[in-house]
């Protein structure tokens, strides 16, 4: 199941995994899951993404609105 967009954020912002990666000091094996939706962060950590990229946290997720 989707429920981030953290990847397609990134790639729109000309950043990849491993650019968040060091900037949250995460092993690149973790961001990869976010990205490929295998795990999700936690709230906390999504928090600090959407500062990261400067975004509203809301991007970061997939839309539950029809």
């Not at 899951?33 to 906390?44: A, G, I, V, Y």
């Not at 999504?46 to 990261?52: N, R, S």
Request: proline letters at 2%.
């Amino acid at each position: 199941m989707r429920l981030n967009r953290i990847k397609i954020v990134l790639h729109e912002q000309g950043k990849t995994s491993k650019d968040l990666a060091q900037e949250l000091s995460k092993a690149q094996s973790t961001v990869s899951r976010w990205c490929t939706n295998d795990s999700q962060p936690s709230l906390e950590t999504l928090y600090e993404i959407a500062v990261w990229l400067k975004v509203d946290i809301r991007e970061l997720l997939v839309s539950t609105a029809s």
